[in-house]
């Protein structure tokens, strides 16, 4: 039987109690999928962090005082140092693993006119690729919906 976020958990033997606290709310974060000449931006996680090596959609936390598009943009210009447009924003995706549960917000941008090419400042690689690649390469979990969701949006 599924239960709420605010509702605890008690397992029933009266001789083997168990109490679960109420599940965490997500914590917002967000990506973009960076469009240039027909390839996507995908960026590869340095090895001394969570999920070290596989490769993700630029972005990070929203914190408590941004909408998840003030996030995204002050997230690519503090990880890519580019400023980007948004184009299209894509049905958010909630991800659960032990460490936490996120609400992933993913938006497909461009890179504005007046920016600079990305450059990896947080993250150890980037890659452009065809959009037909992007579910070939190793993804952090929570970017494979995300790589669903783009693709079926494509003409």
Sequence with gaps: M????????????????????????PIPVCCALIEKAGRVLIAQRPFDKHLGGLWEFPGGKIEADESPTEALHREISEELGCIV??????????????????????????????????HAREHIALRWLKPTELSKATLAPADVPVVESYLQQLP
Excluded: G, K
């Design 2 to 25: 599924a239960r709420s976020a605010s509702t605890p958990y008690v397992y029933p033997n009266p001789y083997f109690q168990i109490h679960i606290p109420p599940l965490n709310s």
């Design 85 to 118: 447009q948004i184009t299209t924003a894509l049905d958010p995706v909630v991800h659960a693993d032990p460490r936490a549960t996120i609400e992933l917000h993913p938006f497909i941008v461009r890179l504005a006119t007046e920016s600079l090419a990305p």
